[in-house]
């Protein structure tokens, strides 16, 4: 009796997709060597199709989904930019992609190379010497890097537990600081859009380890106040923690170690070109200062004085394991050849480019779009939909009605201080023709929420599924496919 066998409805009994040499041996002489046990007695519920149809079938869905091969992506603080392939040429390279996690040091000399070639490279670009590339996403990064920070603090017999966080600060920070059992103390941003000085030194208690800021913050601006800051909460015993996840602006122009910040994240799989989104895996590495590095992860990549690489597990101050074995190995691979193919002016240029085509793109969407904040911005700019609103047009519909043109929408309702926020990140792989496209397409919808508002308020239309009951499958979260 065979299981009913099905993919998607496109399996016929008896088809197949795969050829198999004739055993060498017969049917009875495998059966002599399989104990019972462990016969089947019901034929494997393989899919019955053949390889053309399996192939149809993952490329149609692939093209169902937006994707940044496939368009414009401006979702901003994601940095969704173009990642090259050559990038993942290297990734799939045999000895990387084969590399077995237990392999002793002295056979994975390359791959150490690569990880510590990596760690030198963040650690020049951020001016922050000590570097761990074991956490494996942005959110674990900040962790890891706040049990740093009470590593720190407890080695010079102080309990502080309480962390200053902007308002304009992604999610993530805040819920760092409550994985870690401290609280938040959140300060406002002035209304520039930045944070000042006092409104710092008003809450910056003794109690206080530190402060996590964002620079660009999240409305892609830069604040502007970051050394005052950085001597205030420095004055009363406090570090200060870069979210570092949005690179993209500071490249080669900004070195957060020159200004005084302590501990960082980088997110390999934004500002590193490491493709990323629908939780894949990241990679979320530190960086800290000389005076930190004690307290890194364990095992630390070091070098012996013969030039030989290896993990060091002796570090008796150290916060310990975050996460098994080395990181997301095959990203840090990716991060590598990016960060090889374009060397120091490369880097550079990448956040020259990234901040002249956000501003180009600030120029002609605020046209048709209030911008709360005016400051040129950074790698990426916040729109508020307020004007279309109380046309009846909501930020959630301008997104919606941007997939019919092909376009993933940008970041909505965040940063939280901008109502009806749209959050616009172009990267610096952007051509002047896109960019004039995407502010052609928002032209036409503020245009549509004069004229015709019903356009907007119910797409997509050309999508292979339309709006969405978002707060069900949100409630209800259910990923498996069933018939
Ligand atoms: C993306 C992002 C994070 C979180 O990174 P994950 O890899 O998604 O955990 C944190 N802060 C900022 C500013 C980000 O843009």
Redesign the pocket.
Known sequence: MKEKITIYQKAVAGRKGYNLPEPKKSDKEILAVIPEKFRRSVDAALPEISENEVVRHFVGLSVKNHHIDKGFYPLG??TMKYNPKINDVAASLPGFLYQHPLAPCHTAAGCLQIIWETMQYLGEISGLPGVSLQPV????GEFTGLLIMRAYHHSRGQKRDKIIIPDSA?G?NPASVSALGWTAVQVKSNEKGVIAPDTVAAVMTDDVAGIMM?NPN?LGLFESNVAEIVEVVHNRGGLIYL?G??LNANLGIFRPGDVGFDIMHF?L??TFSTPHGGGGP?A?GVAVTGELEKFLPLPVLEKKDDGTLFFNYDRPQSIGRVHAFYGNFLNIVRAYAYLKALGGKGLRRVSENAVINANYLKTLVQEYYELPYKAHCMHEFVVSGNRQKKRGVKTLDISKRLLDFGVHPPTNYFPLIVPEALMIEPTETESREILDAFAAFMKQIDTESKENPEIVTSAPHNTPVRRLDEIKAARELDVCYRE
């Not at 996403?137 to 674990?140: L, P, V």
Request: net charge neutral.
């Open positions: 603080s994601c996403a942005g959110a674990h992604h993530t964002t999240t979210d996840a949005n997110n799989h934004k990241g979320g």
